[in-house]
């Protein structure tokens, strides 16, 4: 079966889409050699590549969460730390 024999007869709105196709400008050889992928790094063979159970998505909203929350911890722990020491003592000098 010729490939042309085989587009011959499909539902087409314009047939001249398919007047220009030439089997023989379809399948051309290349005389070029194929790119090659050459490591710059060695990596160790006995590497496991594993997949983490929890979603992306999921886990990047907890670390953004846990972010915010440190923050506010620090905050937090700021404030009650001012609230639990002793007030400071104030000296006053009246200059005559």
């Known amino acids: 079966m010729e490939k042309g024999e085989f ?3 499909l539902p087409v709105y314009n047939k ?4 220009k196709f030439h ?6 050889a290349s005389n070029r050699r194929p ?4 490591p710059t790094r060695e990596y160790p063979s006995e590497q496991i590549i594993v997949t983490e159970k929890t979603n992306i998505l999921l886990r990047y909203l907890h670390q953004q969460w846990d972010k ?8 937090q722990e700021q404030v009650e ?4 020491s002793p007030p400071r003592k104030v000296a006053w000098c009246f200059m005559d």
């Open 7 to 9: 587009l011959k007869g």
């Open 23 to 28: 089997a023989d400008s379809v399948c051309k």
């Open 35 to 38: 790119s090659v992928y050459l």
């Open 68 to 75: 915010k929350n440190a923050a506010k911890k620090r905050e």
């Open 16 to 19: 001249n889409n398919f007047s």
């Open 81 to 84: 730390g001012e609230n639990l």
